[in-house]
T-cell receptor
Framework: GAVVSQHPSWVICKSGTSVKIECRSL??????MFWYRQFPKQSLMLMAT?????????EQGVEKDKFLINHASLTLSTLTVTSAHPEDSSFYIC??????????FGPGTRLTVT | AQTVTQSQPEMSVQEAETVTLSCTYD???????LFWYKQPPSRQMILVIR??????QNATENRFSVNFQKAAKSFSLKISDSQLGDTAMYFC??????????????FGKGTKLTVNP
């Protein structure tokens, strides 16, 4: 199979602090990973496309300096929410692209900012 | 830009019956893929079925099948013999094929399906 993990699954942080979310492809190499945000009862919105060894491509309206993405290896991408505020509270989902076009999704991370 | 429309926010069906979820999309591309994803309460996205636009034959996966009408830009999902475990949000998604491997998925707003015992 193609398994993607995310860590942590749930994180609570205080306003003004930063939090890092990891996305790992466990049994395949992923040159491209994607980060999505999902608000309650809404659809997935693509935040950015992460390519190994290069800068991420952010979607319009997503703050690059707030949502830092690093794709340091073929199996790991990280999303850091800097200076988090309550409005950043959401469900963050990553996906990893295998050698074909298909994306495999992680289980998601619930971020709560107090 | 591509858009995906799911006109049914919520649907319900009795166990063992058949239900069809609607999806339409708008694109000027000729080469693309379409997907249906399931998101159960666990929130893990699960691929249900995919369709390559160049294929005329409708995709099927066990109890799941699609009705792909390329000219009408319609891509509906039929679930036969509905089971309680089918209860979930269902998202229709579009992917334009590009060189370089950074194809993006564009999701519809989803349809919440409830299977009743």
């Amino acid at each position: 199979g193609a398994v993607v993990s995310q860590h942590p699954s749930w994180v609570i942080c205080k306003s003004g602090t930063s939090v890092k979310i990891e996305c790992r492809s466990l049994d395949f190499q992923a040159t491209t990973m994607f980060w999505y945000r999902q608000f309650p009862k809404q659809s997935l919105m693509l935040m950015a496309t992460s390519n190994e060894g290069s800068k991420a491509t952010y979607e319009q309206g997503v703050e690059k300096d707030k949502f830092l993405i690093n794709h340091a290896s073929l199996t790991l991408s990280t999303l850091t929410v800097t200076s988090a505020h309550p409005e950043d509270s959401s469900f963050y989902i990553c996906s990893a692209r295998r050698d074909n076009y298909e994306q495999y999704f992680g289980p998601g991370t619930r971020l709560t900012v107090t | 830009a591509q858009t995906v429309t799911q006109s049914q926010p919520e649907m319900s069906v009795q166990e063992a019956e058949t239900v069809t979820l609607s999806c339409t999309y708008d694109t000027s591309e000729s080469n693309y893929y379409l997907f249906w994803y399931k998101q159960p309460p666990s929130r893990q996205m699960i691929l249900v079925i995919r369709q390559e636009a160049y294929k005329q034959q409708n995709a099927t996966e066990n109890r799941f099948s699609v009705n792909f009408q390329k000219a009408a830009k319609s891509f509906s999902l039929k679930i036969s013999d509905s089971q309680l475990g089918d209860t979930a949000m269902y998202f229709c998604a579009f992917m334009k094929l590009t060189q370089g491997g950074s194809e993006k998925l564009v999701f519809g707003k989803g349809t919440k399906l409830t299977v009743n015992p």
